[in-house]
């Protein structure tokens, strides 16, 4: 439930997506790196452990919320904080994973202006986001979550806090047009989950937002770790006031013996490592290898929910998914970052059709094809699957008995 810029401490980054507080993300090499000995580390093994832990924290809350009928999510959330809550005050006492805490200057009246709004809004996009789990499946919700950045462009400029740049707008509008064409071919659209998951996201980018003008000063720069500590109290604090009154009066301890105590705890350490794991990666990559990874984790839990539960994609779907996901990489790296990759990617093609001409060829016309089929696939009408002689059957039958 918690991990990079948009990931969700209940499941939801950004994919991210959604960490716990989002923080400024060019804080670089801050105080999780001192005094670790971990220069020996490969930055790979970093990545693979985040993409691990954030995929394994969105199905287990799937599995918990879904597979098990745990339909509490705002108790869920709501565990979560608390549990992050004691871990941070724990590591804040006994280690110094928490010392850049000492270098923001919090006091008890711009954490009431401040933290608490924020921690307002982020508790609103949780528990949207995890009623959504109860709607929609895991595919859909990570391609509906590829409109984050659009969100957060629009919340910007309506707050004040960013220009009104048109061309920004136009870099995004090929995200709109994919999570559009990924919406109409969401085979088991819920319009109640749809609308959890768009209220989830608005809130998630006014909170971007809000935390963005907090982090404005040098004063209040934090990594994830530290956000945690501030955030997590006020957030577990609204969670539990909110479950207290929706979702304690129906449940019953059977239902939490079903998931199991030690259920919930091993969800709630993989929810809170998946912060520490974010401290740790800080630094070690560059924005282009965290954003491509960002993607490679969300085609993963697309795959991943195929596998699970048996979920269907149609093909204008993964289309419209693919257009989303093209326009987020665009737009979060710009063409200045993505010239160089793009260019030596060029390169490698160039060297491959002088070396294997025909072997080229032939990947040309076979990718052609797929994608025309693809294509027309997607698009073509759904009535014919639809279409079932029985029931006409069923019905002449009845009216022939009923005269």
């Known amino acids: 439930m918690m991990g990079e810029e948009k990931e969700r401490l209940s499941g939801d980054g950004s994919r991210s997506s959604p960490s716990l507080p989002t923080v400024n993300p060019e804080v670089e090499k801050l105080q999780a790196q ?7 580390i490969h930055p790979a093994i970093y990545v693979m452990v985040w993409i691990s832990l954030s995929s394994s924290v969105i199905l287990f809350n799937k599995w918990i919320l879904s597979s098990l009928q745990f339909h509490y999510p705002i108790l869920l ?8 809550t004691v871990m941070t005050q724990i590591l804040a006492r006994t280690t110094r994973l928490l010392d850049g805490r000492k270098s923001v200057k919090m006091t008890g009246r711009i954490y009431l202006r401040a933290i608490v709004p924020i921690g307002l809004f982020f508790s609103l996009s949780l528990i949207c986001g995890n009623l959504t789990y109860l709607y929609l499946s895991v595919s859909f919700i990570q391609m ?4 984050t950045p659009v969100a957060v462009l629009v919340a910007g400029w309506v707050l004040g806090i960013d220009p009104v740049d048109f061309k920004k707008l136009g870099n995004v509008s090929f995200i709109v047009i994919g999570v559009v064409l990924a919406s109409f071919g969401e085979i088991d659209f819920v319009m109640i989950g749809f609308i959890f998951q768009v209220g989830g996201i608005m809130f998630e980018a006014i909170r971007i937002c809000m935390v963005q003008r907090l ?7 934090m990594d994830p770790l530290v956000s945690l500590y501030y955030f997590a109290p006020v957030c577990a604090v609204m969670n539990l006031t909110v479950a207290l009154f929706w979702e304690v009066p129906k449940i019953s301890m059977d239902e939490v013996y079903a998931v199991g105590l030690s259920t919930f705890f091993a969800n709630a350490c993989c929810a809170f490592l998946l912060n520490v794991s974010v ?3 800080i630094g070690k990559t560059s924005g282009l290898v965290l954003t491509l990874c960002g993607v490679l984790k969300d085609i993963l839990l ?8 048996g979920t269907q994609v149609s093909a204008l779907q ?3 998914y693919t257009i989303a996901l093209g326009g987020m990489i665009y737009y979060k790296l710009g063409q200045k970052e993505l010239k160089p990759f793009l260019s030596e990617i060029g390169r490698r093609w160039a060297e491959f059709g002088v070396n294997k001409p025909v072997l080229r060829k032939i990947f040309i016309f076979t990718i052609f094809i797929f994608s025309i089929f693809f294509l027309l696939g997607g698009l073509a009408p759904t009535y014919a699957p639809e279409y079932d002689p029985k029931n006409y059957l069923v019905a002449a039958k009845n009216s022939l008995g009923n005269v």
């Open 34 to 40: 001192q005094d670790l000995k971990t220069n020996g």
């Open 77 to 84: 959330t709501a565990w979560h904080l608390i549990f992050a």
């Open 144 to 147: 509906l979550k590829a409109f």
């Open 215 to 221: 982090l404005n000063g040098a004063e209040f720069k």
């Open 279 to 281: 401290v740790f990666l």
């Open 302 to 309: 697309v795959g991943a929910s195929m596998i699970i539960w």
């Open 318 to 320: 993964a289309f419209g």
